[in-house]
């Protein structure tokens, strides 16, 4: 074969694989949700962080993409500080008061299909 075929041909292959790794690595397939920890304490000190993780069509966390998600409390906003809502990166941290309860958020993502509603359980502080 001659030099500039190979050439070519090289060059194809290339393309072709920088194509379908931005579509199956770096494209967003779907979206979790992370909760850390899983509930919460009456005790106004007591912290948890929601953050949108999104995921490629491997199931891994997609390199270099954040997922902008909307956070919107249908109860127990009143049981809750929010300390940090930012909606571009996905991330809401959260304080307890001191009163137990439920709080329950319905969290829009814009790269999943449906909302999804999540509970967190603010357990009394037992002292």
Known sequence: MRRNNILFILIIL???AGFAGFHY???IYEVIYKIT???LYADNSSTIV???VPLNSF???APF???YSEFIFNEGAELVEVLTLD???GILKLRSKEKSGKVSITIKSRYSFLPSTIEI???PNIV
């Open 14 to 16: 290339i393309l072709i």
């Open 25 to 27: 690595i770096f494209s």
């Open 37 to 39: 920890p899983d509930k």
């Open 50 to 52: 929601i953050e949108a």
């Open 59 to 61: 199931g891994w966390i």
């Open 65 to 67: 993409r954040k997922s």
């Open 87 to 89: 909606n571009n990166n």
């Open 121 to 123: 359980v603010i357990e």
